[in-house]
């Protein structure tokens, strides 16, 4: 007998519905449940691996303070008093909560109400403003609201869809998926990917426009030039639902059509091609993601896109409208409560007084913060600078992910109260807590999450909570009532606290706020329990519905009409003669932003497992930068990173990427954002991730290595490393700046071996090469392969040598020569994380005859379950066919 539970994968902003099943052994495995409406059961290979990062290695579980294991009493008293004590000296603003949009709505409910309407401060912001502030604040702008008009559905029944500044196909994989299955079944169907870079994303795009970077504005104000002077114009809905438009179309006119070249850096027939499909194509939807709002212009770039859908009257019709993609699976649940600092809750404003009066009488609060809190480049800054003296940090690692992430991480050693909640206990940030509070994860909370069609499904836990990890929301109550609001934070579940929350959204609203979900306001734990997923609004008195808002209009401006935002096409200039080349970053498939749960499964690791720097080919010749070498990169932070080259036609000229997951703990210096400066956009306070001015040069290592171990190794002091699971142990990429000396010594005390490890040695003076591997009885503890050029050692094949027996000779010096043997042929790097199938195996495949994605599908499974990789494996064959006809 085994029980299964129906929840929701906590990560993408797609919020696919999970269905896990537990065994009578205690052994969980996953599949995608096919009634949830946002994947009707497929996965990408994230949430398909989910069982895999489950494990308690490395929790925290218990309280601690200062590093010392203590009690829950001893620990939430220790933050009450101190954050009492702090407001009391100082001031509430003296304290400040930065939150995340991976909480569940009813963690973020709690946290907020505690901040805003007890301690009396708005100082509670979110990783959500490093993700999607400028998408709120360009929606509030236009609408009165921050209100996303469509659903997934309507990229299905779309004639034309947008992908600007958005990588779907391994950020948002199964909503890809859905998107690509609908343009296989109705081929007439549209893409155009906006991107500076060539992403897999692009693979199924008619048109790619490899824009300059942040030459959004630019090119949407041409758009809504061109289609003001076409038939594509709604006047009816303009004159009818709008206001503003004439000033907007002055400033979308002000830009030549080779002003309009220069900025966007697309060649007038490409943008002539852009223009006339959006302008023939009633049924568009124009998504965007973090290439759109991770800017200095991210704001104005919304309102730039809603514009052109305003004017159209392409809005909140099946197939029609901008379509924001939410990142986090709770970004959006985030935002009903009002977990940013410069909102309120359900949708309310904070500068608005009978809004801050409707909020109080329902809390029944002490108080009400009147003006908004600091955002979090500005709380930081203030954690700084002394102004917040207490500062309590809830499921995210913003040593890692925030811009000047050094200076960041100096703030948070200075300042003189440091509480975080997490669920692992050694994240780069969780090392610097005077308080870690242990919490529960996925799989054990309970709560809900809002995706990005405004869907809200069910976090069901399965499993027990392990040690004394508890739920943030408790955590949050428990300090509370510490601080005297007993009444207030008497919550005893998570559907006490939702209950609370949907008769909030409905209190005093008669449809003045978009936000409504008072059809569960007397929700009660059957309900909860039984919760099906569903789009909001959903009134008092109202079913579960497909909602889409605006295509009659009716905004939540007090005049009901929406506003066109008028946008200055200005392009920033950010690189110099110093730092001349731009400095992209974002996502890779297979891992989730700080790794902390990714980072478990050794075959989400095996796609990529080092940090590297994307660049064109042309680039690095200039540099002097071969493939494989490492790169050192420098911008006016003045930090520095060290990653591996990876050389690529897909990257633009002048441009860099790099990914955003290596951390302290899994590199030496991967940390990009320490290369970040915290430079924002005016309206959001968003920070530009995407455009960074750097300088960029060939690492001299002296030596590189590679070593495949049991132990995970500990005191790496060199300038590179990079560490990865494997299966049975890690894998380690490495390089040194002197040669490397003495390399028994140093491999038995950081792979820790046991003394009676048996070494067998190669070492070739004349090539540089040396390899050491270390057995005991017949296992591989240790395999160093060290060389003075990048190690040519296959990784896959290494990598599969843990689980190997070596009873014999032949077999460890099979190791030792760093080559598999004939019966084992090497894999190659990692395609198919799902079947683990490797790029010789596609290879051989298509040598064998295989023509098309399906072929390989069917000789190898690769591709055939969760299909993030099938844009890879069409390259594979496409180059391949290329080599053959040369
Ligand atoms: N695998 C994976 N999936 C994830 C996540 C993850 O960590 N891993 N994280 C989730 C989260 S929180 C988020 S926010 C989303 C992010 O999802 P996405 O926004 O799709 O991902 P990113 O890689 O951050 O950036 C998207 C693209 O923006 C492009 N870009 C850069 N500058 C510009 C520009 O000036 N204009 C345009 N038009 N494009 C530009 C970049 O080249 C990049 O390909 O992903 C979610 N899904
Ligand atoms: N350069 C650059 N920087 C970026 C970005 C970029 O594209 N480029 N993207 C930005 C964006 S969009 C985002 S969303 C951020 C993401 O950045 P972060 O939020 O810093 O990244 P995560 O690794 O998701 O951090 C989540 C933390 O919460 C912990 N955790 C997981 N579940 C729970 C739980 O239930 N309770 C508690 N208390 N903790 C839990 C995890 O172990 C982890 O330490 O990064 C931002 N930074
Ligand atoms: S697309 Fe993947 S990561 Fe996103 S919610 Fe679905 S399974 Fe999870
Ligand atoms: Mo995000």
Redesign the pocket.
């Known amino acids: 007998m085994s029980t299964e539970t129906r929840t929701t994968c906590p990560y993408c902003g797609v919020g696919c519905g999970v269905i896990a099943t537990v065994s009578d052994e205690g052994a969980v495995s996953v599949k995608g449940d096919p009634d949830h409406p946002a994947n009707f059961g497929r996965l990408c290979s994230k949430g398909s691996a989910l069982a895999e990062t489950l494990d308690l290695e490395g929790r925290a579980l218990y309280p601690e303070i200062t590093g010392e294991r203590t009690t829950w009493d001893k620990a939430l008293d220790m933050v009450a008093r101190t954050f009492a004590q702090t407001i009391a000296t100082h001031g509430p603003d003296a304290v400040a909560f930065y939150v ?4 569940l709505t009813e963690d973020y409910y709690v946290a907020n109400k505690l901040m805003k309407g007890f301690i009396g401060s708005a100082n509670i912001d979110t ?1 959500s403003r ?2 999607m502030a400028s998408s709120v604040a360009g929606h509030r702008r236009a609408f009165g609201a921050d209100t996303v008009p469509g659903t997934y559905e309507d990229l299905e029944l779309a004639d034309l869809v947008v992908l600007v500044g958005s990588n779907m196909g391994w950020c948002h994989p199964v909503l890809y998926q859905r998107l690509a299955a609908a343009k296989a079944a109705r081929p007439g169907m549209k893409v155009v990917v906006i991107d500076p870079r060539r992403t897999a994303t692009s693979d199924i795009a008619d048109l790619h426009l490899s824009i300059r970077p942040d030459g959004d504005v630019a090119l949407f104000n041409g758009l809504l030039a061109h289609l003001a002077k076409s038939t594509a114009i709604d006047e009816n809905y303009l004159a009818t639902h709008t206001t503003g438009f004439a000033d907007t179309f002055a400033a979308a006119s002000a830009l030549s059509f080779a002003g309009l070249i220069e900025s966007t850096g697309l060649s007038a027939n490409e943008l002539r091609q852009f223009f006339g499909l959006f302008e023939r194509t009633e049924k568009a939807v124009t998504c965007y993601s ?1 290439g759109v709002n ?1 800017s200095s212009i991210g704001t104005n770039k919304v309102n730039a896109i809603i514009n052109c859908h305003l004017a159209t009257g392409r809005i909140g019709r099946p197939g029609m409208g901008p379509f924001s993609l939410t ?2 699976p709770n970004a959006m649940g985030g935002r009903e409560v009002g977990g940013l600092a410069n909102m309120l809750a359900a949708h309310m404003t904070i500068e608005n007084p009978e809004h801050r009066d409707c909020v109080q009488r329902f809390w029944n609060a002490p108080t009400i913060a009147s003006r908004p809190g600091l955002k979090a480049v500005d709380m930081f800054e203030a954690v700084a600078d002394g102004r917040i003296k207490a500062l309590w940090i ?5 040593v ?2 925030m811009p000047d992430a050094d200076r960041v991480k100096a703030a948070i050693e200075a300042c003189p109260f440091v509480v975080v ?4 206990k050694e ?1 780069d940030t969780a090392r610097l807590a005077h308080v870690l509070l242990p ?4 799989g054990e ?1 309970s709560g809900t999450v809002t995706n990005s069609e405004r869907r809200i499904s069910r976090q069901r836990p399965f499993l027990p909570s392990p040690g004394e990890a508890r739920p ?1 929301w408790w955590q949050i109550a428990e300090v509370a009532r510490r601080m005297g609001f007993e009444e207030a934070f008497s919550f005893r579940s998570a559907a006490e606290i939702f209950a609370e929350h949907a008769a909030l959204s409905a209190f005093e609203n008669d449809g003045a706020r978009d936000f409504d979900i008072g059809a569960h306001a007397a929700i009660d734990e059957t309900g909860f329990d039984a919760l099906a997923p569903f789009q909001w609004p959903q009134p008092a008195g109202t079913g579960p519905r497909t909602t889409r808002f605006f295509a009659e209009g009716r905004f939540f401006h007090p005049d009901g009409k929406a506003r066109f935002v008028p946008v200055a096409p200005d392009v920033p200039q950010r690189t110099s003669s110093d730092f001349p080349l731009v400095l992209n ?3 890779v498939r297979d891992h ?6 990714t980072g478990k499964s050794a075959r989400l690791s095996a796609h990529i497992a080092e940090p590297y720097a994307e660049m064109h080919p042309a680039d690095a010749r200039g540099l002097s930068i071969g493939d494989a070498d490492l790169v050192e990169l420098a911008s006016e932070t003045g930090s520095r990173v060290i990653v591996r080259t990876l050389l690529s036609e897909r990257q633009s000229r002048g441009s860099i990427f790099v990914p ?1 997951h290596w951390t302290g703990e899994t590199s030496a210096e991967g940390r ?2 320490a290369l ?1 400066p915290p430079v924002t956009d005016p309206v959001s306070g968003q920070p530009a ?1 995407k455009h960074v001015a750097v300088q960029a040069r060939r690492f001299a290592a002296a030596a590189y290595g590679f070593a495949i171990s049991a132990n995970r190794p500990e005191g790496l002091d060199l300038p590179y490393f990079a560490l990865a699971r494997a299966p049975g142990g890690w894998r380690t990429e490495l390089a040194w700046q002197q040669p490397a000396e003495e390399l028994d010594g140093w491999c038995r005390a950081r792979f820790r071996l046991p003394a009676k490890a048996e070494l067998i040695g190669y070492g070739d003076r004349a090539t540089g090469i040396t390899r050491l591997a270390y057995f005991l009885e017949e296992r591989l503890l240790l395999a160093l392969f060290v060389a003075t050029t990048p190690v040519a050692v296959s990784r896959q094949w290494a990598v599969g040598q843990l689980q190997q027996c070596h009873s014999d000779a032949r077999t460890r010096f099979a190791v030792i020569a760093g080559r598999p043997a004939a019966d084992r042929p090497d894999p190659g790097a990692i395609v198919c994380s799902c079947f683990s199938v490797g790029v010789n195996q596609i290879v051989g495949a298509v040598k064998g005859g295989c023509r098309t994605v399906e072929a390989v599908g069917k000789t190898l499974s690769a591709g055939t379950n969760c299909g993030s990789c099938r844009a890879e494996i069409r390259g594979i064959i496409d180059a391949c066919h290329a080599a053959a006809a040369e």
């Open positions: 995340s949009g991976q909480l990783n490093l993700c973090q991770q990142g986090q809830m499921s995210t690692n913003p890692v992910s909640s997490d669920i692992v994240t919490a529960t994860g996925w909370k943030d970053t974002g996502r989730w932003h700080t790794m902390t749960r955003m990009i954002d970040v991730s």
